[in-house]
């Protein structure tokens, strides 16, 4: 264990060394927030208004600001784990990866010594968007409190962990500095739309509202929301139209009839991760 610290602390100093890393780890993530801001805020609280009904519309912003940073809580350890996942990739077209071979270190050390870096560096970006965001709505008097807020601390850990996995094993085929910005960039958009952080489920077609469901970040954008966004929805959606609000908006995830239920999600969430965990190994024992 010990050489898997040691690789641990050394991915993460090679990347806080450089300045240039951490703005770009960010930047997608900047991008996002400020394409909500400045193009789809507006859209998602007149929407949730005219289509919801909602008579006391002086909370509804702060509704739906909430319903997205639950998602952009899922979905930041992708958004920034490019800077952290980067380090693997120059050791690898560098050939100090095939330096790190001749040592005693086992290759199954030196990823999971990948893998741990950028879940450490995942976890600060979640706890400081999550305090963030917990200073935020208790400005606006929507505040989680700390039951709450010590909840989603917890459900960050798998919520970080998935993704990075996940991603490892996607960009760690990838032999070439373009391929892997655009790749990365790939995973990127397709988690922000697929995962529906930014977008309404409801709003897509029905075989992608299916097709979502499969989707690990889903499940953990689902998760989010039902602990950040309830008591604001409960407060200002009829009781009658509650159900099928939390359907629509990514409460609650159905695939086919079948609904997941917390426990649920995150036992498909496990099971989906570790499958990729297994592809990383495997593409480790390629290099």
Known sequence: M????????????????????????FLTLILGLGMYIF???GMLIDNTIMQWGIQVTDHVPGLVDTWVLAGVMAIAAIATSSGTIQTSFEDRIHGQFKDFMVT???????????????????MIVGVLILVAAEIFLA?????MGVAAV?????????????????????????KSPAAFTGLFTLICMV????????????????????????VPATHMVAIFRQAM???????????????????????DLYLGDFEF??????????????????????SLHKK
């Open 139 to 143: 400005i606006m008097g929507m505040g």
């Open 229 to 251: 966004c309830t008591a604001p929805m409960e407060e200002l959606i009829d009781p009658a139209d509650q159900p099928q609000f939390m359907v629509d908006m990514g409460y």
């Open 150 to 174: 010590l909840y989603c601390i917890v459900m960050l850990v798998p919520a970080t962990l998935s993704s990075t996995i996940i991603s490892f094993s996607v960009v760690n085929f990838v």
């Open 191 to 214: 988690s922000a739309i697929f995962s529906g952080a930014f977008v309404p489920i409801g709003n897509l077609p029905g075989f992608f509202q299916q097709l979502v469901a499969l």
């Open 2 to 25: 010990s050489v898997v610290w040691a690789f641990t602390k050394r991915n993460l100093i090679c990347f806080f060394r450089e300045p240039g890393a951490i703005i770009a780890a």
């Open 104 to 122: 005693p270190a086992k290759r199954y050390e030196i990823g999971l010594g990948y893998v741990l870096s950028t879940f450490i560096f995942g």
């Open 39 to 41: 193009f789809l805020r």
């Open 261 to 282: 239920s917390v426990g649920t999600s995150l036992l498909y969430v496990a099971v989906v991760t570790f499958l990729f965990f297994l592809i990383f190994l495997v």
